[in-house]
């Protein structure tokens, strides 16, 4: 199946920081999305982007489409402690369908200081 | 605001028994899946479900799965002979008709097998 390739796998880092984390795919897709989970509870979208090259933000995130359509990145802002969770890119190939299927990223575990 | 509700949150179960996981998904949408996270891995779509039918299925979703709507409001999977590797963390989702990829997940049934 696609394969989505997410990093950094982790990151440490102090309450105030900047924070960048992206996905690169082999092919192209036509939606990227970025998820937020924390420990015991389902994947929570935080930005959804459905064409190439858009920029978007929620609060202290923003992610970019590629213009390739093969990469997307999440920057968080100004991170505070409930930052803190398990990132995941997430993608979908297909332009249509019945089955709107999803592919995820290993995820990104991120960590921050007070 | 609506919820994807999931039942039980934490099943252990003999190897070799069956089990349903059991979701009530957020009433006006009409596409459903199951999607699975072994313990520090990756989200993996399992299986789409639209118009009381399998949309898309996953190698992962072989002859011991099964997915059901049985009346209107519930959406179960069941797995007829659970053995060692299907212990995961079992996600439901559900989204609307309208545009858009960015479903909604439960908070999950942790499966142990032992």
């Known amino acids: 199946g696609q394969q989505l390739n997410q990093s950094p796998q982790s990151m440490f880092i102090q309450e105030g920081e900047d924070v960048s984390m992206n996905c690169t795919s082999s092919s192209i897709f036509n939606t990227w999305l970025w998820y937020k989970q924390d420990p015991g509870e389902g994947p929570v979208l935080l930005i959804a982007l459905y064409k190439a090259g858009e920029l978007t933000s929620n609060g202290r995130l923003t992610a970019q489409f590629g213009i390739t359509r093969k990469d997307s990145f999440l920057n968080i802002s100004a991170s505070i402690p409930s930052d803190v969770g398990i990132y995941f890119c997430a993608g979908h190939e297909n332009s249509g369908g019945s089955n709107y299927k999803l592919t995820f990223g290993k995820g990104t575990l991120l960590t921050v200081n007070p | 605001e609506p919820e994807v509700t999931q039942t039980p949150s934490h099943q252990v179960t003999q190897m070799g028994q069956e089990v349903i996981l059991r979701c009530v998904p957020i009433?006006?949408?009409?596409?459903f899946y199951w999607y699975r996270q072994i313990l520090g891995q990756k989200v993996e779509f399992l299986v789409s479900?639209?118009?009381?039918?399998?949309?898309?299925k996953s190698e992962i979703f072989d002859d011991q799965f099964s997915v059901e709507r049985p009346d209107g409001s519930n959406f179960t999977l069941k797995i007829r002979s659970t053995k060692l590797e299907d212990s995961a963390m079992y996600f439901c989702a559900s989204k609307t008709s309208t545009g858009g990829y960015g479903y909604t997940f439960g908070s999950g049934t942790r499966l142990t097998v032992v």
């Open positions: 479900f639209y118009n009381n039918e399998i949309s898309e």
């Open positions: 009433s006006n949408h009409l596409y």
